[in-house]
């Protein structure tokens, strides 16, 4: 008998041949060599380590070691001698196939237990009493035992060893010695089809991963490592589950959301020479930004006592440099937020700490600034905005804060700006975003609360937020109080409409993402991302205000340059788009791009003097209380109105009735007809209705004989992305269930 092709441990005691399931030769696999696993070792009483010298046996093909009768086992108790005995109707070896038995014993069947009364494992199925037509069986139990989980495989060996479950045979006199060959259990057939199932679906995720399911899940999660989007996808749907989003009621006509998005924080008035602020102003123009966020703080300006504006210092009007900025960036076409903040010494009393934020002692000295602010600056700049970040210790001079405080100054702050100027508009304090509940440092939700329960309504025109990402992107939907993230105004505007606000807007006074250097000796408390994922998330976060947020007026980016390098050991200094010697960094150049391409008209009510519509011909403007917005826009024969637009619906609101003959519409190059309708219980023009998702070309002309009182646009869309989720999971949910249904197919046929 030759043993080649067999493990080395195994020489000792084994069937003459290995064959496969189909009786052929061959060469057992590394599986099939490996050793018995740890936890069978000390079933195995002879058991040795694999290159272990093994005592010499005879092998045999034609006894099987069936132990003794009763309790005895040749496997447990050693000290007895087995019995051993031969079986019936054994198979000579025909044509180079030797086998145990003819039927009861086969090569390659399933693996089966024997009873409680027959000890040890064995290959092949075991029959009833007597064999199957051919001859006796091996072994004849009572009845056929259950199928065992673990060995549910086909074996590789092809002879009758049976002593153990990872033993062999031994000979006929000597005590039962295990050799400790063990063999490869083969996964039963019906299991391939869901494996094969699995791992195409493996194999589609990871090509698709890159050019679909990873942009897919960035557009939900904000993040950009698969781990982290995996996560981040599994707290968005708990979050959609368990924390539905209130109505933030988008089609609500708003003010103040007519200009251009686009805007910049400059420190302008820390540029000693004049030239300097011109060409920081010139780039801002180019690059498509309409509105500057400039601090005027009251220190500098009204420096030395009450109502002193001279600079002692320099001999020089402390008005000044600002007077240049305002002229510079009107010239420009440049609009100006301008920020009053930072009190002067003899406004404060007291122990001042380390921080000059904080409040003034009486906030009628504060109301007189605003005044003399506005009165100067009437006609030449419209939007101030009042304070900044109080809901933090250190803005609100190092001490607990208030929003009742804040909500006195606000108010006082409003009633004396609009006795300046009734023009002009007043923005509250952008509130940090923080988790925190006092006393130093205050959540913006409760803080903005606060300020409602204190009285705050009616006393500012537009909602100042502070709209950072820190950790995540821009595209990150996971609206929850607990998260500081791009998706937070969403929240601050729910309060809004919950206290009766929501005809007002929401200005983002501080957007942007941190791209401190990985070397910097400093804590990233403000996130840390690349000069390449500050450029794209500036992008995307423009992106994606415009087309979820209706409500959602100028953004200014955090910041545009500092006038010197020397707080570059400091992380803030890497918000920046430019150097200080003017040196752009990527974000720039993006916004660039971004700002200075086609404007479009994104989903919302839009007013008629919407910055991305184009008039041409005889338009006027009316201005009529009866309006929505107070006003409205009237056109001769002849005019022409024309704009892209977003979305899947159009409508223009009319002042009057609404007359199809009065129009002639061309919707992406081709005659649409309008029709009558109505929107929010005012007359319109349907231009559009369940059109492809996406952009769209729009060219109005009043006919002649007629006239069209244009009082507002609203830009709708079909939101179609959980209709492709549920897609999705219905194909998954298919899918796998076919693929079980063919497994139990198989297996029911025995395959």
């Known amino acids: 008998?030759?043993?080649?092709?067999?493990?080395?441990?195994?020489?000792?005691?084994?069937?003459?041949?290995?064959?496969?399931?189909?009786?052929?030769?061959?060469?057992?696999?590394?599986?099939?060599?490996?050793?018995?696993?740890?936890?069978?070792?000390?079933?195995?009483?002879?058991?040795?380590?694999?290159?272990?010298?093994?005592?010499?046996?005879?092998?045999?093909?034609?006894?099987?070691?069936?132990?003794?009768?009763?309790?005895?086992?040749?496997?447990?108790?050693?000290?007895?001698?087995?019995?051993?005995?031969?079986?019936?109707?054994?198979?000579?070896?025909?044509?180079?196939?030797?086998?145990?038995?003819?039927?009861?014993?086969?090569?390659?069947?399933?693996?089966?237990?024997?009873?409680?009364?027959?000890?040890?494992?064995?290959?092949?199925?075991?029959?009833?009493?007597?064999?199957?037509?051919?001859?006796?069986?091996?072994?004849?139990?009572?009845?056929?035992?259950?199928?065992?989980?673990?060995?549910?495989?086909?074996?590789?060996?092809?002879?009758?060893?049976?002593?153990?479950?990872?033993?062999?045979?031994?000979?006929?006199?000597?005590?039962?010695?295990?050799?400790?060959?063990?063999?490869?259990?083969?996964?039963?057939?019906?299991?391939?089809?869901?494996?094969?199932?699995?791992?195409?679906?493996?194999?589609?995720?990871?090509?698709?991963?890159?050019?679909?399911?990873?942009?897919?899940?960035?557009?939900?999660?904000?993040?950009?490592?698969?781990?982290?989007?995996?996560?981040?996808?599994?707290?968005?749907?708990?979050?959609?589950?368990?924390?539905?989003?209130?109505?933030?009621?988008?089609?609500?006509?708003?003010?103040?959301?007519?200009?251009?998005?686009?805007?910049?924080?400059?420190?302008?008035?820390?540029?000693?020479?004049?030239?300097?602020?011109?060409?920081?102003?010139?780039?801002?123009?180019?690059?498509?930004?309409g509105t500057i966020r400039q601090e005027f703080p009251w220190e500098d300006i009204e420096i030395s006592a009450k109502g002193d504006f001279w600079d002692h210092r320099w001999n020089v009007s402390a008005w000044a440099k600002y007077d240049r900025i305002v002229e510079m960036a009107n010239e420009r076409g440049i609009q100006v937020i301008a920020r009053l903040d930072n009190p002067p010494a003899w406004a404060r009393s007291g122990d001042r700490g380390q921080s000059i934020q904080g409040p003034p002692d009486r906030v009628e000295d504060f109301g007189d600034f605003v005044e003399a602010v506005v009165r100067r600056y009437r006609g030449k700049v419209r939007y101030y905005q009042i304070w900044n970040e109080p809901n933090l210790y250190h803005e609100w001079g190092d001490r607990p804060v208030d929003p009742a405080a804040y909500t006195r100054l606000l108010q006082e702050a409003y009633r004396r700006a609009k006795a300046a100027d009734p023009n002009c508009v007043i923005i509250t304090a952008g509130l940090a975003p923080t988790l925190e509940q006092g006393p130093q440092n205050l959540s913006d939700l409760a803080y903005l609360q606060g300020m409602y329960d204190a009285g705050a309504r009616g006393s500012f025109d537009i909602l100042g937020v502070m709209a950072y990402g820190l950790w995540t992107g821009p595209t990150d939907r996971r609206v929850d109080p607990q998260r500081t993230n791009f998706a937070r105004p969403q929240l601050m505007r729910a309060i809004m409409v919950r206290n009766g606000d929501a005809d007002k807007p929401i200005w983002a006074m501080e957007i942007g993402w941190n791209a401190m250097p990985p070397g910097l000796p400093a804590t990233p408390i403000f996130g840390i991302v690349s000069r390449e994922q500050q450029a794209q998330f500036a992008v995307d976060a423009y992106e994606r205000a415009r087309r979820d947020w209706p409500w959602m007026g100028v953004m200014n980016y955090w910041f545009f340059k500092r006038a010197s390098d020397a707080e570059k050991d400091q992380p803030f200094y890497y918000f920046s788009l430019l150097e200080p010697d003017f040196t752009p960094w990527p974000a720039y150049e993006a916004l660039k791009a971004y700002a200075t391409s086609t404007v479009v008209v994104y989903p919302g009510y839009r007013q008629e003097d919407d910055w991305a519509l184009e008039y041409s011909g005889p338009w006027q403007k009316v201005e009529d209380s009866g309006a929505v917005l107070g006003a409205y826009r009237r056109g001769a024969a002849g005019a022409r109105l024309q704009f892209s637009y977003w979305g899947t619906s159009l409508d223009l609101v009319t002042f009057g009735p609404a007359d199809p003959a009065s129009v002639r519409v061309t919707l992406d190059g081709h005659p649409v007809r309008a029709t009558p309708g109505q929107v929010q219980g005012r007359p319109a023009l349907a231009l559009a209705q369940s059109a492809a998702p996406g952009r769209h070309t729009v060219e109005v002309e009043v006919a002649a004989g007629h006239e069209l009182a244009l009082d507002g646009l609203l830009v709708t869309r079909a939101d179609h992305r959980w209709a492709y989720v549920v897609a999705g999971l219905v194909l998954l949910t298919a899918a796998v269930a076919a693929g079980w249904f063919a497994a139990r197919r198989l297996r029911s046929t025995g395959g």
């Open 1 to 289: 008998m030759s043993c080649r092709g067999t493990p080395a441990r195994c020489r000792r005691a084994c069937p003459p041949l290995w064959r496969n399931s189909a009786g052929a030769s061959r060469r057992p696999s590394r599986r099939a060599r490996k050793q018995p696993p740890r936890s069978a070792r000390k079933s195995l009483p002879n058991w040795r380590p694999r290159n272990a010298p093994t005592p010499r046996v005879r092998a045999t093909t034609a006894a099987v070691i069936l132990g003794a009768p009763g309790p005895v086992n040749p496997v447990r108790d050693r000290e007895r001698t087995p019995v051993t005995a031969s079986i019936p109707g054994l198979a000579q070896p025909v044509a180079g196939r030797e086998t145990c038995c003819e039927q009861g014993w086969q090569p390659g069947l399933k693996l089966r237990q024997l009873p409680a009364q027959s000890p040890g494992w064995g290959f092949g199925g075991l029959g009833t009493a007597g064999a199957a037509a051919g001859g006796a069986g091996c072994a004849q139990p009572a009845k056929t035992p259950s199928r065992v989980r673990a060995g549910q495989a086909r074996s590789r060996f092809a002879g009758c060893c049976r002593v153990h479950k990872y033993g062999c045979s031994t000979d006929d006199t000597g005590p039962a010695e295990e050799c400790g060959m063990s063999f490869q259990r083969r996964a039963p057939r019906w299991l391939l089809w869901p494996a094969a199932l699995l791992l195409t679906l493996a194999a589609g995720l990871l090509l698709a991963w890159q050019p679909l399911i990873g942009p897919a899940l960035y557009a939900c999660t904000g993040e950009q490592d698969p781990r982290e989007q995996v996560k981040g996808l599994a707290s968005y749907v708990y979050l959609q589950l368990t924390q539905p989003l209130p109505d933030l009621a988008p089609y609500t006509p708003i003010r103040y959301t007519d200009v251009s998005p686009f805007g910049v924080n400059t420190f302008l008035e820390q540029e000693v020479e004049p030239a300097k602020v011109a060409r920081s102003l010139d780039l801002i123009r180019e690059a498509g930004f």
